[in-house]
């Protein structure tokens, strides 16, 4: 729950376990992040350890075996995943191809822009995306300028967690080159949006011009305790002899 009564400071929230507290069992919850970069470590840990389940993520991938969203897969707690790539988690696998993991697979662009839709209160949209293969099984199409395109539909979520780089206690982030990715998308998405940060500053510290998301997208805000970073796939550069 919030701190103080401080408008200035009224998101702002102890860490991670406070953060995701009221999360229940069902929920559904878009999920920041790219791989594993700009992941919500901390706050995917929290909700690791208070072990709620049957939930519905939205995330454009479920991290690795053991880090990121992959130790709630682990820990048997998402029901479904709605995603774009997958192929990085070999629990994923196991769990979808024995029945136990429902999967909706999204092309990327459709993905991120299921979310920013969704956000801006755009209930769906049409796109070519998809056409003509299994993503468009069951959906609406219609031909525009002798093209046809698939109706998609919006997403919003329970809850959002993202990852930024500085924040406001006001709930104004900014994120940080590629682990900007998926993050200020998902951040609109959620009705309620919990965001960490490395760096959390008091408000008019921002410049405002640098604001990636608005803080009235933001409902909780906490500084990281500490963030692993891990490097998904660690590649160097062979030197000839």
């Given at each position: 729950m919030p701190t103080s009564r401080d408008?200035?400071?009224?998101?702002?929230?102890?860490?991670?376990?406070a953060a995701v507290a009221d999360v229940p069992a069902g929920a559904s919850i878009a999920v920041g992040g790219f791989g594993l970069s700009g992941n919500p470590e901390t706050a995917i840990q929290a909700l690791?350890?208070?072990?709620?389940?049957d939930l519905t993520v939205v995330s454009n991938n479920c991290g690795v075996d053991d880090f990121g969203l992959g130790i709630l897969l682990a820990n048997r707690q998402v029901r479904k995943m709605v995603s774009s790539y997958v192929g990085e988690?070999?629990?994923?696998?196991?769990?979808?191809?024995?029945?136990?993991?429902?999967?909706?697979?999204?092309?990327q662009g459709t993905l991120a822009e299921r979310l920013r839709a969704g956000g801006a209160g755009i209930?769906?949209?049409?796109?070519?995306?998809?056409v003509g293969t299994?993503?468009?099984?069951?959906?609406?199409?219609?031909?525009?300028?002798?093209?046809e395109y698939l109706l998609e539909h919006g997403i919003t979520t329970d809850f959002a967690i993202v990852r930024a780089w500085?924040?406001?206690?006001?709930?104004?982030?900014?994120?940080?080159?590629?682990?900007r990715n998926f993050n200020p998308l998902v951040a609109t998405a959620g009705r309620i949006?919990?965001?960490?940060?490395?760096?959390?500053?008091?408000?008019?510290?921002?410049?405002?011009?640098?604001?990636?998301?608005?803080?009235?997208?933001?409902?909780?805000?906490?500084?990281?305790?500490?963030?692993?970073?891990?490097?998904?796939?660690?590649?160097?550069?062979?030197?000839?002899?």
């Open positions: 408008p200035a400071s009224a998101k702002t929230v102890e860490g991670p376990a690791r350890d208070l072990g709620v389940g988690n070999k629990i994923f696998e196991q769990q979808f191809l024995s029945g136990e993991l429902e999967v909706e697979l999204v092309p209930p769906a949209f049409y796109t070519p995306a998809g299994p993503i468009a099984d069951g959906k609406e199409t219609r031909e525009i300028d002798g093209r500085k924040g406001d206690t006001a709930g104004n982030l900014v994120y940080r080159k590629t682990a949006t919990i965001a960490e940060v490395e760096e959390l500053v008091p408000v008019g510290e921002l410049d405002p011009d640098h604001v990636h998301t608005p803080g009235i997208y933001v409902q909780r805000i906490f500084r990281s305790p500490g963030l692993e970073k891990r490097i998904e796939r660690r590649t160097v550069r062979e030197v000839a002899a």
